[in-house]
């Protein structure tokens, strides 16, 4: 056994998240879980110009991109926490400033065996995580009882969600990975059309980068959250929130367009109300938190994560419609210009 007993949740959003330079991140899983890449893994890597459109389009890729791996799909991630039975192997193992980062593939392998079985990656500005290889490992089944999957109501109690601003004032990674990737596919159920946001959080996302991407003109699409417990949907695009474990979004009743959104963040955005001192006598507001400090503010107006954005418009055979396309290549040449 190379983990210890696992339980399968949602892919993550920001898995394949590179942050800045210097910066250490966190564990990506939970303890306990772990989840499947869809995508091919690891090197051997080939650069776009080896590709074919159809070829690049049976890998799932729509849009030109610098490399695509040509690795195996079906890796599964887990917390470095949970795995046993393994070894680094000695020389060269993918290491950047200050830890490995996976490139040059396998850097763990079975104590038993000898056999090269998975990747930990724990460099900086990169998500701590170790990647077992599809092509060495298997699942082996162990309690024959079903994990619990939690409802929507009950995910309100036990995931509350994430702050969006770290207390030094930068933002969450989380947050600009998963508003990124919602943002690829909101632009999709656009067709087009500018947007008009809703006040408050989903504004400070999202409502910036829109106006940037898209044209001007009269507003033809609005955009609400929905969700449980959230009001019934009267907008063109719902906002609804993707489940931890399974990855399925919540449907909302009517045609609104849905767009999926991680958990956490949908579940702050959704709950979130600003702390205000209230003077008072009796019972305190539900709202009201007077003895803890306020919640930190930002340093500066929130940037999507581009390569998350990029990589997700990518995979959408949508990207191949001349509009979405020329968004592509425009963030594409300057991801880390206006408004990325």
């Known amino acids: 056994m190379l983990t210890v007993p696992v339980s399968r949740v949602a892919f993550p959003v920001q ?7 210097g910066l250490l991140l966190g564990v990506l899983m939970e303890p306990g879980t772990y989840a499947v ?37 079906g890796a599964v991630v887990v917390a470095p926490g949970d795995v046993r039975g393994t070894v680094l192997i000695p020389g060269p193992a993918g290491g950047n400033c200050c830890g490995l980062d996976g490139r040059d593939g396998p850097n ?24 077992l290889d599809p092509d060495a490992v298997h699942r082996v089944d162990g309690d024959a009882s079903p994990h619990r999957t939690v409802g929507w109501d009950a995910l309100r109690a036990e995931r509350p ?18 508003v990124a990737v919602a943002m690829a596919r909101l632009l999709v159920v656009s067709a087009g059309a500018r947007v008009t946001v809703p006040d408050g959080l989903v504004a400070e996302t999202f409502r910036r980068t829109l106006d940037a991407l898209l044209p001007p003109g009269p507003t033809a699409r609005t955009l ?55 003077p008072g006598a009796g019972t ?22 581009a390569v998350a954005f990029l990589d997700t418009l990518a995979r959408l055979p949508e990207v191949r419609q001349p509009w979405l396309r020329k968004i592509y290549h425009r963030v594409s040449h300057g991801p880390y210009r206006f408004p990325f």
């Open 284 to 305: 305190m507001p539900d709202d009201a938190r007077r003895d803890d400090p306020p919640p930190p503010l930002p340093r500066q107006a929130f940037h999507p994560d």
């Open 15 to 21: 898995a394949h998240q590179q942050v800045g330079n």
């Open 37 to 73: 890449d869809p995508d091919p893994f690891g090197p051997p890597w080939r650069r776009w110009d080896e590709f074919g459109a159809v070829e690049a389009e049976a890998h799932g890729v729509y849009a030109p991109v610098f490399a695509l791996s040509c690795g195996p799909r």
């Open 161 to 178: 969600g994430v702050q969006p601003v770290e207390p030094d004032g930068q933002w969450n990674p989380l947050w600009e990975a998963a």
């Open 224 to 278: 609400t959250l929905a969700g449980p417990g959230l009001p019934a949907v009267t907008a063109d695009i719902a906002l609804v929130p993707q489940h931890p474990q399974t990855g399925e979004p919540w449907t909302p009743s009517g045609s609104a367009d849905m767009v999926p959104l991680q958990w956490d963040v949908w579940a702050h955005t959704a709950f979130h109300h600003d702390r205000r001192p209230v």
């Open 108 to 131: 763990l392998a079975c104590t038993r065996c000898g056999r090269p079985v998975a990747t930990r990656v724990d460099d900086c500005s990169l998500w701590q995580a170790v990647w």
